[in-house]
């Protein structure tokens, strides 16, 4: 009988080429006895942009345009022709931009594209719809907007667009229709806010309507207690020191802007030539 026998060497070898050929399975092996180099692909782009540097993009296409309806809706139509979705995010991203920035015309034509193409329908997008049409004095428009709000949506209407419109009638001095809404407001039920019940009872004092004052103050009395975020943390503080709390953080900031404006005039002294 022949006995075959392999040395201990061997064996070694065996078990490390095993271990190789699992660790290099991954690898896509060529003819030259390498792994193949790859290179990245034409019809993808490493430089991915996101919501912001679109809603930025956004913002400066439409600020140059004029207010030719066809114009903006033409550009708009433009920048989304290669979104697969409607890109909302980006929209509102962008609507967030022109109201910090106070371009009210933009937002409503950039609403009205948005709700044309059937996105968008929300209280939220409703409501910067109005606030820019009061803050554009297009009041027709914002009246228009808000009867159908508030007959599409009669007990559900959030208490924000009373607050609104009551604010607007506030403004403008229109205390009939301002006192309509106060009464829809009480007959449905809806607590109005502490600004409200102020702007209803200055309204009541400069008519000479005292009665009228004092039951709304007996019917809803100022709060004991509200809250303010100071320092990031939600503070409970009574009503009658609020005052007092914000005359002093209006005192430390109007500090800080004078710091400010000290620095700024320090460094232009010592960049300005002798």
Not at 169 to 191: C, N, P, S, T, W
Request: charged residues 30%.
């Amino acid at each position: 009988m022949l006995g075959f026998r392999y040395s201990l060497p061997l064996i070694i070898k065996g078990f490390d080429s095993i271990n190789i050929s699992r660790e290099t399975s991954n690898v896509v092996v060529c003819a030259a006895k390498g792994p193949r180099p790859r290179y990245p692909r034409v019809w993808k782009s490493r430089r991915r942009i996101g919501t912001i540097s679109k809603s930025v993009k956004l913002v400066n296409c439409i600020k140059g345009l004029s207010n030719v309806k066809e114009e903006v809706y033409g550009s708009l139509d433009s920048i989304i022709a290669w979104e697969l979705e409607f890109p909302l995010i980006t929209v509102k991203k962008a609507l967030k931009i022109l109201e910090d920035e106070k371009e009210w015309k933009r937002i409503i034509q950039v609403i009205k594209w948005m709700l044309s193409k059937g996105q968008g329908r929300t209280m939220g997008t409703y409501f910067t719809l109005l606030n820019a049409l009061a803050e554009d004095d297009r009041l027709d428009e914002a009246e228009e907007l808000w009867m159908k709000i508030f007959s599409d949506n009669l007990e559900s209407t959030p208490r924000i667009f009373f607050d609104k419109m009551i604010s607007i009638y506030y403004q403008r001095e229109m205390h009939d229709k301002m006192f309509e809404i106060f009464a829809d407001m009480e007959e449905l039920g809806v607590k109005p806010g502490v600004s409200v019940v102020k702007m209803v009872g200055n309204v009541f004092q400069k008519l000479g309507m005292l009665d009228k004052y004092d039951k709304l103050n007996k019917k809803y009395p100022p709060p004991k207690w509200e809250y303010r975020y100071i320092k990031g943390q939600r503070v409970r503080i009574q009503a009658k020191h609020l005052n007092n709390i914000d005359n002093a953080t209006k005192g430390v900031r109007k500090d800080e802007e004078t710091m400010k404006d000290s620095d700024e005039l320090d460094e232009a002294a010592e960049a300005s030539p002798n």
